[in-house]
């Protein structure tokens, strides 16, 4: 039978051939799972007992649950508060380090550090340079000279930008990479003839860097976005004991899908928050589609 | 003599695989499981060695997985007619494990109920429903008032507090404060997040004249005068006697065990932790009476299950095996091997036992020792952390943030029993 098919016949049997097992490990791993994910949100399940239908009811929970609401803006601080900044920084100093000779591999290398550490310890070691007094880094520091304490984490107003510190510094070392390779890609001749005609660097910058960047931006904006979406092992280490505590003022939506989950055994309830993240992600990354080929 | 050599070998060989095939007719095997926690695996190894010895016809194999995945694996396993004939759970999992048919009630021939409750500490009471026990425990934990010597022989202090009133004056002698009024060292920790909603609910509310929980623990009521006054003591540790903070050192057993902190609420199960802590002195006091004399205390413990997947020999087996591991002798093997408490006075109430400087404290709060019967333990720990975080950090009323909890906690109760 094989050998009737003609040439263009028999290339897509080989390809599918080839195709088929990373085919069958994505209906597997992901495609099942999330099928299965958004039946559970339809669900009642403790994951002991058996699984009843209960239609919209998790929905309906979770529009009415204020907690959820929280969480939902607690979600967009950390995405409307990290992707900016670590956007501006992670440009500034890709942009000097680019201009820098000087012991640039050791520099470059010192800012991907932190993206390579686990996010873990990191997050640990944070937390006790927030405590109070006697054993919290900064606040020995402004007792030290007379200031008074600042309650980091144990405040509902300071807590969420505390714990988004060190996430954003975490993940500055990757942006920097990405922006120093943009900066690389610009051709030279782009700033030979503005130099010739005498601009000034601000100009140069505006006009010619930013402009040619825009597709290492776009890309930058959307991965960013995406993590802080998606922000976790952070908050969950840094308010263990009162997971995105206090009052809930630090919890993203990740980790109230995990404390539904796997604290109140709510499955049903936890998929439903999962189907609501996914279709974030999913407008995130449409939207993403559409900017990149637009800068095409 | 080579034939010969040959044929005896032959033989043996026969008669030995005969014998091992006669011995697998004979033997059962029934597995048991329990959560990894190093010293419980150490202790039922003990138990099941001494289990076989007495019943040799019986084998046990014991399977253990990280704390995190256990309830995952047991769920999936029982249904599917695998996994365990006994397995451990937490007392407050009995409903949802009854529930969803995933262990069966202890025979009354067997387990007598009137038996085990004269011979049980009261609070394992709570494993009875519909005229049987479901389960029972090997060992229990209870609350007490751990303090630091050092601290306390540098203040002069004579003996840990016996009254409320005793521990605020104790706990005034031993806090510390920098030049800016920066507490350094704190007289008792305080944080919600560890035992102290276990000491608010059952013990605290109940010494100011309150009955936490109505009706069986489905109806909050903690929400009166007495659970007012009794969070306005707790609150007021910290915001009017100023012997405490809340999160001081992060975490309050790490406050205690770093020797800033001169007494601490916890559970026996601390008391691994604290004996590997270099230069740390200890002692263990029962937990203060209230104005009225009133003393409480509040016990969980960890329960052994017949599990619906044995049947035949197995579940024969699997009663033997029962009680075995609340016997007498294995309570005193698992009080010495892992330093949790008996659950019956007939062990724990020994002379040696109940003198004992470390247990004796803990053993003596079980014959006042209440359970809760948390429908979700940690959401319900999570409405007092949060009452308490709303009078500190947004200034709420202790009436008002109490109330709130009450109502809050009282929905997780209805979810549960109303489904």
New interface residues.
């Given amino acids: 039978m094989y050998r009737n098919l003609s040439i263009r016949q028999k290339q897509i049997v080989w390809a599918w051939a080839f195709l088929a097992v990373p085919v069958l490990f994505y209906s597997v791993i992901r495609f099942y799972p999330t099928g299965n994910a958004i039946l559970i949100s339809f669900q ?1 399940w ?5 699984r009843t239908w209960t239609g919209w009811e998790n929905y309906i929970k979770l529009v009415n649950d204020p907690v959820f609401w929280k969480v939902f803006k607690n979600t967009f601080v950390y995405l409307i508060l990290g992707t900016p900044i670590s956007l501006v920084i992670s440009f500034v100093i890709a942009y000097h380090l680019d201009k820098l000779r000087f012991m640039h591999g050791f520099l470059r290398m010192l800012y991907f550090l932190p993206f390579m550490t686990s996010a873990v310890a990191m997050a640990w070691v944070w ?2 340079f927030y ?5 919290g880094l900064f606040n020995n520091l402004l ?1 030290s000279v ?1 200031i ?2 600042i309650a980091f ?4 107003t300071n807590a969420l930008p505390s714990v988004l510190a060190p996430a954003v510094w975490a993940g500055l070392g990757f942006q920097i990479i990405i922006f120093m390779a943009g900066l690389r890609a610009i051709p030279r001749s782009y700033y030979e003839a503005a130099r010739i005609d005498g601009v000034s660097n601000w100009t140069v910058l505006w006009e010619i860097t930013i402009p040619l960047l825009r597709s290492t931006i776009v890309f930058i904006v959307v991965f960013s976005s995406i993590g802080f979406l998606r922000i976790f092992d952070h908050v969950f280490n840094m308010t263990t ?2 997971p995105g ?3 809930n003022a630090t919890k993203p939506l990740v980790l109230m899908i995990y404390e539904s989950a ?4 709510d499955m049903g309830y936890a998929a439903a928050q999962t189907v609501v993240l996914f279709l974030i992600l999913l407008a995130v990354s449409l939207l993403q589609l559409y900017l990149l080929r637009d800068s095409k | 003599m080579g034939i010969t050599s040959l044929k005896r070998a032959a033989l043996a060989a026969a008669t030995s695989a005969a014998a091992l095939f006669a011995g697998a007719a004979n033997a059962v095997e029934i597995e048991y499981w329990q959560y990894f926690f190093d010293a419980r695996v150490a202790a039922m190894e003990q138990l099941i060695e001494n289990f076989q010895a007495e019943n040799p016809d019986i084998t046990v194999k014991m399977t253990h997985f990280p704390y ?1 995945d256990y ?2 694996k ?2 999936a396993a029982i249904p599917a007619g695998e996994g365990p004939d006994v397995v451990q759970l937490f007392y407050g999992w009995l409903n ?2 009854v ?2 048919e ?1 262990i069966q009630p202890l025979p009354a021939e067997a387990f007598p109920v009137e038996t085990i409750d004269s011979e049980f500490f009261p609070m394992v009471q709570a494993m009875k429903g519909d005229g049987a026990y479901w389960a029972l425990p090997t060992a229990v934990r209870s609350l007490a008032l751990f303090y630091n010597e050092r601290l306390f022989e540098e203040a002069g202090i004579e003996g840990p507090p016996a009254t409320l009133d005793e521990l605020v004056e104790t706990a005034k002698k031993l806090t510390k404060a ?1 030049g ?1 009024g ?3 060292q704190v007289g008792i920790t305080a ?1 919600m ?2 035992q102290d909603h276990h000491w608010f609910r059952e013990v605290l509310v109940r010494q100011f004249g309150g009955e936490p929980y109505l009706d069986d623990y489905k109806t909050v009521n903690y929400a009166g005068e007495a659970g007012v006054k009794a969070l306005e003591f707790y609150t007021g540790l910290a915001n009017t006697e100023k012997v405490t ?7 309050p057993q790490a406050a205690f065990k770093a020797g ?1 902190a001169g007494m601490h609420i916890d559970g026996s199960f601390r008391i691994g932790s604290l004996n590997k802590q270099r230069g740390l002195k200890w002692g263990v006091a029962e937990l203060p009476a209230g104005p009225d004399g009133t003393q409480s205390n509040y016990s969980s413990y960890w329960v052994n299950a017949v599990t619906t997947k044995a049947e035949g020999e197995k579940y024969d087996a699997a009663l033997k095996f029962m009680a075995y591991i609340t016997s007498d002798e294995a309570m005193q093997i698992w009080l010495d091997t892992v330093g949790e408490l008996p659950a019956k006075p007939s062990v724990g109430m020994t002379e040696k036992n109940a003198s004992d400087p470390v247990f004796g404290p803990f053993i003596r709060g079980l014959e006042y020792a209440h359970t809760t019967k948390f429908v ?1 333990e ?2 319900q720990r ?1 409405v007092l ?2 009452a308490v ?2 009078i500190n ?2 200034g709420a009323s202790v009436a008002d943030s109490l109330a709130a909890a009450a109502e809050e906690e009282q929905k997780i109760l209805d979810e549960y029993y109303n ?1």
């Avoid at chain 1, 405590?131 to 054993?135: G, L, R, T």
């Avoid at chain 1, 984490?153 to 509902?156: H, I, M, W």
């Avoid at chain 2, 903070?245 to 975490?251: L, S």
């Fill in positions: 009642d403790n994951l002991l007992g058996k937390r006790w405590q109070p007094v006697p054993i007792a007379g008074p304490q984490l144990n405040s509902t004991n009162n505590g206090p009052l796997f604290t109140n055994y | 995190a309830r995952t047991v769920a949802d494990y529930e969803a995933l920098d800016a920066n507490l350094t944080g997040t560890a903070a809340f999160g001081f050192m992060d975490e800033r979700n940690s959401g999570q952390v949060d975080e709303r950090l947004e489904k």
